[in-house]
């Protein structure tokens, strides 16, 4: 998967799922997905929060895609940090929730690529995920390799016999293909989820920023087990 900046709770349930979690950095970058934003609640409503991007582009990597640093130096995360205050002081489990927040987006880095993988990690952290997470960029040397071909070349290096993806790449892949070489293509779809917000209605599948504001450690870590593999 892309790294993506603090996911819905699918994301996360796919990193609980498997043995191994592949994170695709050495990708182009795609300027409307979710590598620099996200969704949380403000008034009752979805609203997106987004890191500034230098020059995006579907031309470049994600892992060589910069964030816009401008003077004065960083006052974009003092403004993003406020907006998450702002969403959620009253949230249940605010106290135990902004820190990770703050360590995420105070940490010192140039790249996008570094802030969502640390949002991955920090979450996957506090609810104790301990699935190895490996960066195509570091590993694999197989960039050249596209789509299926090099999934399949990554499963081959990892000696795997499945390959679980988000319920989203049901268009880009065929379990024929994948049983020919001897893995077998399963798809994590997460199954409807509801808790208490602010008021009804419920607004669902924001970030798993939202769900940790409003649910305790142990409820969320019970919620990774709510999906089914198809």
């Not at 990597?61 to 907006?83: E, F």
């Not at 135990?96 to 140039?110: K, M, S």
């Not at 142990?218 to 990774?224: K, R």
Request: hydrophobic content about 45%; glycine content about 4%; some cysteine.
């Amino acid at each position: 998967m892309q790294p993506y900046l603090f996911p819905y709770i699918g994301y996360f349930q796919l990193i609980h799922a498997v043995d191994t979690f592949v994170i695709y950095d050495d990708v182009t970058f795609i300027k409307q997905g979710w590598i620099g934003r996200n969704r949380i609640l403000i008034n009752g409503q979805a609203a997106f929060f987004n890191v500034p991007v230098k020059h995006a582009s579907s031309f470049m990597l994600i892992r060589d895609t910069l964030l816009d640093d401008h003077p004065p130096h960083r006052r974009w995360i003092d403004k993003l940090l406020k907006t998450f205050e702002s969403a959620y002081r009253r949230a249940p489990q605010f106290g135990r929730v902004f820190p990770l927040l703050e360590a995420v987006f105070t940490r010192e880095t140039a790249r996008v690529a570094d802030l969502a993988v640390g949002s991955l990690k920090t979450v996957a952290d506090f609810l104790e995920i301990r699935t190895p997470c490996v960066e195509t960029s570091t590993v694999y040397g197989n960039a050249h390799l596209k789509g299926e071909a090099r999934v399949l070349e990554i499963c081959r290096a990892e000696r795997a016999s499945e390959y679980v993806n988000a319920s989203g790449g049901r268009a880009l892949y065929s379990r024929d293909r994948f049983e020919a070489q001897g893995v077998a293509l399963r798809f994590l779809q997460p199954r409807p989820l509801e808790y208490p917000q602010f008021k009804p209605p419920f607004v669902p599948w924001l970030s798993i920023v939202d769900v940790l504001m409003f649910n305790p450690r142990e409820t969320v870590q019970e919620f990774l087990d709510r999906y089914d593999l198809v």
